[in-house]
């Protein structure tokens, strides 16, 4: 029997998949109205995939409230990180391309080695699992929309992938708040804040948490997408609002 808990946890997690999905989506479309298509596109890119540690428990959430379906905590474990190299890489694009351009090809060689070389272990991994390490994975099953198995390779790579992103996004952050535009230090405001909450929520859900804190890992995963979207694309009305009171 799944509890009330765990039933509003899933759904917070489905609904920030869905959020974020769309900002994602949203920011991709927009883009293409600007000069650096590519690189506006490509934050689109890097917010959906950072968001694809929750596609298992969002798809999870949606099979069993349609059909009863319990999907299988090894695909969920795979779906949770095989994507996150791919939104650092399309961050580190996005931001260097604008404001350290000279950095850029050298700072993607590297990540781009690392990367591969954690995508080629992880697949490996799982190609030849064995049954006590399929029973251990479903052991650390915390709720049918959470599996929080690891292993030290992906412990490792995944607080490089929170550090990396959480740097990256204060440096493209801090330019923006140096800006003489009241504007452009109004989305470095918020994308700063989106960078801390995203990276907050992460790292608390990597704990064993009570069940009614998920909510609130949750409630900062929503937030941090909404202040992202806001970062990158100040809405027009919220923008007069806040260049008026500034």
């Known amino acids: 029997m799944v509890s009330s808990i765990d039933l509003l946890y899933g759904g917070i997690v489905f609904l920030f998949v869905i959020i974020s999905l769309g900002i994602g989506l949203r920011i991709i479309i927009k883009s293409r109205s600007v000069l650096n298509k590519t690189v506006q596109a490509s934050f689109g890119f ?110 490792v790579f995944n607080i490089f992938a929170v550090f990396s992103g959480l740097i990256i996004g204060f440096l493209f952050s801090n330019k923006l708040l140096k800006s003489d535009k009241k504007e452009s230090v109004w989305r470095g405001r918020f994308l700063m804040s989106g960078f801390i909450l995203f990276c907050s929520g992460a790292i608390l859900e990597s704990f064993v948490l009570p069940p009614i804190l998920w909510i609130l890992v949750g409630a900062l995963l929503i937030t941090s997408s909404i202040f992202y979207e806001f970062g990158l694309f100040l809405p027009e009305k919220l923008k007069k609002t806040l260049l008026k009171n500034d």
Not at 88 to 117: D, G, H, Q
Not at 129 to 140: H, P, V
Not at 146 to 152: A, M
Request: charged content about 10%; overall charge neutral; glycine content about 4%.
């Open 46 to 155: 890097a917010w959906i995939f950072m968001c694809s540690g929750w596609w298992g428990g969002a798809l999870s959430f949606f099979l069993y409230i349609l059909f009863g379906i319990i999907l299988d905590s090894l695909f969920m474990l795979v779906v949770q990180n095989i994507f996150i190299p791919l939104a650092i890489i399309c961050l580190i694009y996005s931001v260097f391309s604008l404001i350290y351009e000279k950095y850029k090809i050298k700072l993607l060689s590297i990540y781009l080695v690392i990367c591969i070389l954690y995508e080629i272990y992880f697949i490996l991994f799982f190609m030849f699992l064995d049954k006590n390490t399929i029973l251990e994975i479903e052991a650390t099953r915390r709720s049918i929309f959470l599996v929080s198995y690891q292993l030290f390779v992906t412990i």
